[in-house]
């Protein structure tokens, strides 16, 4: 009992330091709980990783239409050879022959040249997709063994939750949306902790609305609250 009273102290204390200061905390300090079990740096580790992949998928992508523009090219020069070698030995013109040949043997060795690029790059992006193939099957197992944590978690999973409403609805243009429901928690929800968690994330909610003074008030409901959790249990 005494460590539940002392959290309930940390968290008025917080959010007293919050409604003095007028302003969210600094990006650097907040930590908000992730709603797919993920710490923020393994977020922006996922993030930057699925970034690197994309640019490396563009550039095999550019890589192959290079190589079939040569290809192209080479056949079109391929095909005028052919026929001026026709015309050659039409006319009689062995040097011409011989001269068309050798050229005809060149394109041919450039063709091959660049069919062994492009099965060069086919086997590395194939790699490379397996890769990260296995890579997205170890985060689903990740991902599987962090939420079988909450499931078993109530408070960490009201903390997920509301994070989670804030994150669908404020990063889609819609954290109206996500104060109405959260406000509609309120009326609903008793225990302490979970109305602190949701008045948190209210206050956020609300100063990316540009209305501090509802987050202000969340704030000093926390303190009120909170202080008569801990009056009450001190006193049983």
């Known amino acids: 009992m005494l460590r539940r009273v002392t959290d309930f102290r940390i968290l008025a204390i917080t959010a007293l330091v919050l409604l003095v200061a007028g302003t969210a905390p600094a990006d650097s300090e907040r930590h908000p709980v992730p709603h797919d079990g993920r710490t923020e740096d393994e977020q922006d580790e996922a993030q930057s990783r699925e970034q690197a ?3 490396a998928q ?4 550019a890589q192959m239409m290079s190589i079939d523009e040569d290809v192209r090219q080479l056949r079109m020069q391929q095909i005028e050879l052919e026929a001026a070698m026709e015309r050659a030995e039409l006319d009689s013109e062995h040097e011409r022959v011989v001269d068309v040949q050798r050229q005809l043997v060149e394109i041919e060795y450039q063709l091959q040249r660049r069919q062994l690029d492009m099965e060069r790059i086919q ?5 490379e997709s397996e890769r990260r193939e296995l890579m997205r099957m170890t985060d689903r197992l990740d991902y599987v063994a962090g939420w079988k944590d909450v499931a078993f978690d109530p408070p960490q999973a009201v903390m997920m939750a509301t994070q989670a409403i804030v994150e669908l609805h404020v990063g889609s243009g819609q954290a109206d949306l996500a104060a109405k429901r959260l406000e509609g ?4 929800i008793r225990e302490p902790g979970c109305r602190t968690a949701i008045r948190f994330a209210l206050k956020d909610i609300y100063l990316e609305m540009d209305q501090p003074d509802k987050a202000g008030t969340h704030m000093l409901e926390t303190i009120v609250e909170n202080a008569h959790t801990i009056y009450s249990e001190d006193h049983e």
Do not use: D
């Open 53 to 55: 992949e994309f640019a």
């Open 58 to 61: 563009r550039e095999i992508e």
């Open 123 to 127: 086997i590395s992006h194939q790699r």
């Open 185 to 188: 928690l309120l009326e609903k």
